[in-house]
């Protein structure tokens, strides 16, 4: 049976220079870029880019505002058709809830004595 040993690098073997550690790595990577593309190359990138995206972002908040205008209109047609429905219904029973207060007038009554006929 055989042991297994961790292996640590010596600290002769870890290069503690930059540039060393730079020296080791494929030279397409260790080039490091100084400047990159012009402003307006990125501007104009931007540009074309957002000309490209407008239409469909635009179409599409289109569609969902009809939509939702059409939804709306919906809903409204049904509320106003209900309340018509709804109407007669509502008028007759606050009528039979509603009762005329009794009142009464004072009429004077006419006693009938027979003092004061006369044949």
């Known amino acids: 049976m055989s042991t297994t040993a961790l292996i ?7 290069p503690q220079d930059p540039d060393e550690l730079l020296a080791g790595l494929p030279p397409l990577l260790s080039r490091v870029p100084t400047a990159g593309p012009p402003v ?3 501007v ?3 540009g074309v880019l957002l000309l490209l995206l407008v239409p469909p972002i635009t ?6 505002g009809v939509t939702l205008l059409v939804v709306l209109a919906l ?3 049904v509320a ?3 309340a018509v429905v709804a109407a007669p219904f509502v008028l007759v029973r606050r ?3 509603h009762r005329l207060p009794h009142f009464s007038l004072s009429v004077p009554r006419l006693h009938h004595t027979s003092e004061g006929v006369k044949p």
């Open 75 to 77: 809903a409204a047609l």
């Open 40 to 42: 307006w190359v990125i």
């Open 8 to 14: 640590e690098p010596s600290p002769t073997d870890v």
């Open 44 to 46: 104009a990138f931007g």
């Open 95 to 97: 009528l039979r809830e």
């Open 59 to 64: 179409l599409v908040v289109t569609l969902m």
């Open 80 to 82: 106003l058709i209900g």
